[in-house]
């Protein structure tokens, strides 16, 4: 099994431009998370999603927008890139949060 | 709002020496407690979990105590090795709650 696939690893987006990251898995859980990591930081929550067609804000959804149009993908985009949108981006999965995550490997973006 | 922290953000060991990493959480609903990896470039890994039924779990050279009376959690990693070096994040759940709180975590840096 492929688990929690990211794509692309790497972007580089100039100031104004819009992308989408795409989050993949093949465990059939329920629960799909956007997190953001800044170096010498934790993760912050973006958005979250507790099923197909259903999606929620987190702690800093600014910026962003995500869609879950199905169960095994979780969209993440990006309208108007801004520099501060530099990170590291993880997609993460689970069937219930008490079964734990399992995380992608990461998209690394920079906003020039 | 409440969080879930850590009290050391950097720990250096020799290697074969044990590491403690601590974790201080202050939401008392919380039930159920992981400890994730995190190497350079990758994802976070889980690496052990516990829930408050229990105050100690083991794993193959590691080991989870809770202290429900204080709101501590540490992870134990036994004759550390240099495939230790990793940033180390405690996370939470509990109260239903549709999501894991992530603490800042501790970079392990191990010695030869």
């Known amino acids: 099994n492929a688990g929690v696939t990211q794509t692309p690893k790497f972007r580089v987006l100039k100031t104004g431009q819009s992308m989408t990251l795409l989050c993949a898995q093949d465990?059939?859980?329920?629960?799909m998370y956007w997190y953001r990591q800044d170096p010498g930081m934790g993760l912050r929550l973006i958005h979250y999603s507790v099923g197909e067609g259903t999606t929620a804000k987190g702690e800093v959804p600014d910026g962003y927008n995500v869609s879950r149009l199905k169960k095994q993908n979780f969209l993440l985009g990006l309208e108007s890139a801004a520099p501060s949108q530099t990170s590291v981006y993880f997609c993460?999965?689970?069937?219930?949060?008490?079964?734990?995550?399992?995380f992608g490997s990461g998209t690394r973006l920079t906003v020039v | 709002g409440e969080s879930v922290g850590l009290h050391l953000p950097t720990l250096s060991v020799q290697e074969g020496d044990n590491s403690i990493i601590n974790c201080a959480y202050s939401?008392?609903?919380?039930?159920?407690f992981i400890w994730y990896k995190q190497e350079s470039g990758k994802g976070p890994q889980f690496i052990i979990d516990i829930r408050s039924n229990m105050d100690k779990r083991q794993g193959q050279r590691v080991t989870v105590l809770l202290n429900k009376t204080v709101k501590h959690l540490s992870l134990q990693i036994a004759a550390t090795q240099p495939g230790d070096s990793a940033v180390y994040f405690c996370a939470e759940t509990g109260g239903g709650s549709e999501k894991l709180v992530f603490g800042k975590g501790t970079k392990l840096t191990v010695n030869p």
């Open positions: 939401n008392s609903a919380s039930d159920y």
């Open positions: 465990m059939n859980h329920e629960y």
């Open positions: 993460a999965s689970s069937y219930f949060p008490r079964n734990g995550y399992t």
